[in-house]
């Protein structure tokens, strides 16, 4: 199906609601009450011909289906990275130099300090075994974290376009000042500020901890904290003693993961704010004649709210010709009966 054709086929579809939507005084006449729209309203479907259709612009984005960062697949990977390393290097313990204390708290202690890159220095591999097994460890521990930020990405990623989305949804009830206020939230605003509040915590636990239990100076404990959380590890000043090690183990992990974790909400809060600031310009812009003739897909010298999201979309960069193209003849395909629109005969048609 060529883009022309595609673009006819949604138009149609888009002015069929139309005309439903005209048919519904509530829907037409009614305006929705500032802080809310009654779901009623927005997701009650219409009947045409036996057929229950759909309104053009449904509230499809749930608060509770919004991206949300998975851990567990993560903590699973770490799990069996951390269990496989300390076993590891618990069994080849005897090609380790350093300062030792119990041969299981240090093979775990080595494998944090080896993947969050910390190296300290305390304990180091002194044989070629050893030393081509952390090789291979500190790679794996790499592409771990290369998972876990590239999880972090998918998920501000997906959080801007659910934003777009939901704000060129809210366009035809609200205005651009009303729509930065409802999707305004700060939500992002209070998880980094409690991720930097838990990191804050773990820096004074782990300096009050190697001042009293690892009997270094307030300076040097300061310092060693800062070392280890940025990972820069200089290793003069390390954690020495069995108790230390134990709590460095959990510490050492959860003040890295926090740091990070601080920083990735940064990122999202600066680019909800970019991404805002951006949808408030291209809603708030008034439409010149040149957009008009762009935005009237199907040239009958009206815009449709179907043809005016497509565009504002495009005009965002968030969809282009291939994207509607490849999404009708996915349309067309199951659209058994060729009515322009889906039903449930469609979808159960044996064929699919």
């Known amino acids: 199906m060529g883009s022309n054709e595609a673009q006819q086929l ?43 259709q759909t ?30 390393g ?8 005897y090609q380790i130099q350093g300062i030792k204390t119990n041969g299981f708290l240090d093979a775990l202690y080595f494998c944090v300090v080896t993947m969050t890159t910390v190296g300290y220095g305390d304990l180091v591999p002194n044989s070629t075994i050893a030393k081509l097994l952390a090789c291979i460890y500190v790679f794996a521990g790499m592409a771990l974290g290369g998972l876990i930020l590239s999880k972090a990405a998918d998920y ?44 804050l ?6 300096t009050v901890f190697l001042y009293f239990i690892e009997k270094l100076d307030f300076v040097d404990a300061l310092y060693c904290v800062c070392s280890t959380v940025t990972t820069l590890g200089y290793g003069d000043k390390s954690f020495s003693t069995a108790a230390g090690r134990t709590f460095a183990v959990f510490w050492i992990l959860s003040s890295t993961i ?7 909400y940064l990122a999202e809060l600066y680019t909800e704010d970019r991404q805002r600031s951006l949808v408030k310009m291209v809603l708030a812009r008034k439409l010149s004649l040149r957009d008009l003739e762009a935005a ?24 282009n010709q291939e994207d509607i193209t490849a999404v009708m003849e996915i349309f067309r395909k199951l659209d058994f009966d060729q009515s322009g629109t889906l039903t449930e005969a469609d979808i159960r048609n044996p064929e699919f």
């Open 201 to 206: 915590v773990l820096m004074i636990v782990g």
């Open 10 to 52: 949604l138009l149609s579809n888009s002015m069929e609601h139309s005309h439903l939507n005209e048919k519904s005084d509530l829907l037409q006449r009614r305006r929705p009450r500032r802080g809310g729209t009654s779901e009623t309203d927005i997701n009650m479907p219409q009947e045409q011909n036996g057929v229950l």
């Open 258 to 264: 926090c740091l990070a974790q601080s920083f990735a």
């Open 86 to 93: 300390t076993l590891c290097f618990f069994l080849a313990s």
């Open 296 to 319: 009237d897909l199907d040239g009958d010298k009206a815009v449709s709210a179907a043809e005016f999201v497509v565009y504002k979309l495009k005009e965002m960069g968030k969809i």
């Open 156 to 199: 501000i990623v997906e959080k801007e376009e659910i934003f777009v989305v939901k704000a060129m949804h809210k366009a035809e009830k609200f205005g651009p000042e009303e729509i930065s206020k409802e999707l305004g939230t700060n939500k992002t605003k209070y998880k980094f500020v409690l991720a930097a509040s838990i990191f």
């Open 55 to 84: 309104p053009l612009l449904p509230q499809c984005i749930d608060e509770k289906q919004e991206a949300e960062f998975n851990f567990r697949p993560v903590f699973l990977c770490l799990a069996a990275y951390l269990g496989t």
